[in-house]
């Protein structure tokens, strides 16, 4: 007689932050978020597209807790939230490496503890050996660079990302993508993706949003397959483009 072990119980995945039926009206009246429901768990990376003005840098002040919703529920599990701009927002007058510790400054961190987490966060991102730049000194790529770096200082269970790569070059806005990845892949936080970028979107997400003109909702939701980390290739595979596809008809639709 031979004896069978039981199945392995499903992988529980918290959720990071969670929206349910949000609305926000600012003050002056503007109606910027309908009926949002959304969900970002941990070890997931969802990327949200929508035509400008729809509320997807919302969705992210929001999540960080800088602004508050109108109506409906908001919940975020993440103690611990690295957010990532379009700009780099260095300081000038500080050498790449203390830009990098700056979080974990303001949060306390002492000194040696804070050099040298802001050196490892500077080796994930590839900026081994420029600690003692400035920023005017440094590329638009290589000073995201730091710019995600500062914010892994702090060992984000969620990392809220602002088109963080529109400004720069396509061939530079690639490379940074794929570096991502494999930070992701490494790191698996949970991410939360916005861009105007269809391609980039499928590129980096386990999940693609796609929302409506304003008032913004989710309107459509692609999975996406490709395990991580994900080369340059993928990008000409046949599957990749036949659901970025998919998603740009459905940004196409939402906007019309």
Request: aromatic share 0%; no cysteine.
């Given at each position: 007689m031979t004896s069978t072990s039981p199945p392995t119980p499903p992988v529980t995945r918290h959720p990071m932050v969670g929206f349910e039926h949000v609305d926000l009206r600012f003050p002056n009246g503007t109606h910027a978020l309908h009926d949002v429901s959304l969900q970002v768990r941990e070890g997931e990376f969802v990327s949200v597209v929508g035509p400008s003005g729809c509320g997807k840098s919302t969705l992210l002040r929001l999540?960080?807790?800088?602004?508050?919703?109108t109506d409906g529920y908001l919940q975020c599990g993440a103690d611990r939230i690295g957010y990532v701009f379009q700009d780099a927002t260095l300081l000038p007058w500080r050498t790449v490496e203390d830009n990098a510790a700056l979080l974990a400054e303001l949060d306390g961190v002492g000194k040696r503890e804070r050099r040298g987490r802001a050196a490892e966060a500077l080796s994930l991102v590839g900026l081994d050996g420029f600690g003692k730049h400035l920023p005017h000194m440094l590329s638009g790529g290589m000073r995201m660079r730091v710019s995600l770096a500062r914010s892994l200082t702090v060992d984000?269970?969620?990392f809220l990302f602002d088109e963080p790569f529109a400004a720069l070059?396509?061939?530079t806005r690639q490379r940074l993508g794929q570096e991502l990845t494999e930070l992701f892949s490494r790191k698996t936080f949970a991410g939360l993706f916005i861009t105007h970028s269809v391609s980039e979107a499928v590129y980096l997400s386990s999940?693609?949003?796609v929302m409506s003109g304003r008032p913004g909702t989710i309107v459509d939701e692609f999975e996406v397959p490709f395990d991580y980390p994900r080369t340059p290739d993928l990008r000409f595979d046949r599957s990749f483009t036949d659901l970025t596809e998919r998603v740009s008809v459905?940004?196409?639709e939402a906007h019309s």
């Open positions: 999540a960080a807790g800088l602004e508050s919703i984000p269970q969620l070059d396509e061939i999940r693609v949003l459905a940004l196409r």
